[in-house]
């Protein structure tokens, strides 16, 4: 394994994002390289490597592919490269996949889900995955990962009128930092959706609870209603009709505190509507007796 390059590493005048040098000097061989060539960078020293250069290297990566850690022979001391792949998400390979396609086809539009990406993610796997084997349903992975992450992924349904046509939003080369942030987004219509449901679900609770409240005032009015048309023949009977109806009352009132008993939100509706029923009654009694009494006193003053 090389020691030591050909030429003199430090006097190399590379630009400002360190892609280029203005010698055209790069790797072990000293040589040029195109666009297009798939290049590994020692991330000690920086300089550029040709991939079919590198010996711990078997298979061809992905253009614009960074995620790796790689030392070179000469910053190695002659011992040997230190490459190692990083632990990919979904999200990652598919859009390095897209990335890598738009860049070999730029005039091509739209990638194919299974024809295209899946196939090129397929072929590429070992390099991609090298300690993961395949599972039965990793093509279905890809296409979830494309439907939900809307951020990165565009679906060309609208220009084609077909489902699983797919591009990046923006072609542009991967770095670690844009998978740091959220790549889901949901568009317009998926949130005018969202309130809608909102909506529809609140207008349901609404009438849920208009529901509940008139049946309790059907059961607490039963007993009104049919006050406001008794007939009275003696204070005797009367109070022994009184009896009756107060027990009725509350047997029908036991009988639904007892079905409403599963329902909070409505046996709260239930105490609130008896307490208010009993401070009604209280009051109504009090006028009574008062009215009662009255009478009485005309009796006996009749009677004088």
């Known amino acids: ?130 300690d993961k084997a395949k599972t039965a349903t990793w093509q279905n992975t890809v296409a979830g990962c494309l439907s939900t992450h809307s951020a990165l992924f565009k679906s060309g349904f609208d220009d084609t009128q077909q489902t699983g046509n797919w591009a990046l939003h923006e072609v542009a080369e991967p770095t670690r930092d844009r998978f740091k942030g959220p790549t889901k987004s949901r568009d317009a219509s998926s949130k005018s959706a969202k309130r809608e449901r909102t909506n529809k679900k609140k207008a349901a609770d609404s009438a849920v609870t208009t529901g509940a409240e008139k049946e309790i005032l059907q059961v607490f009015n039963e007993g009104k209603t049919k006050r406001t048309t008794r007939h009275r023949v003696s204070f005797s009977d009367d109070e022994d009709e009184d009896d009756k109806r107060r027990r009725a009352r509350g047997k029908r009132r036991r009988q639904n505190m007892k079905a409403l008993e599963d329902d909070s939100d409505l046996l709260q509706s239930v105490e609130l509507f008896t307490k208010l029923e009993k401070q009604r009654q209280d009051s109504g009694s009090n006028a009574e007796d008062n009215e009662g009494f009255g009478k009485q006193a005309l009796v006996v003053e009749g009677k004088m």
């Open 1 to 130: 394994m090389a020691k030591k390059f050909k030429y003199d590493l430090d006097a190399l005048e590379w630009d400002s994002t360190h892609r280029r040098n203005k010698e055209g000097v790069y790797c072990y061989c000293g040589l040029d390289y195109n666009d297009g060539d798939s290049m590994l960078q020692c991330g000690s020293c920086a300089q550029k490597f040709h991939w079919d250069c590198v010996a711990c290297l078997k298979s061809k990566p992905l253009r614009g592919d960074i995620f790796y850690q790689f030392k070179c022979s000469v910053c190695n001391n002659g011992e040997g490269e230190v490459y190692e792949r990083d632990a990919l998400s979904w999200v990652q390979v598919i859009y390095l996949t897209l990335y890598h396609m738009s860049m070999a086809e730029p005039d091509k539009k739209y990638f194919r889900w299974r024809e295209n990406i899946c196939s090129t993610i397929n072929d590429n796997w070992s390099g991609l995955f090298p």
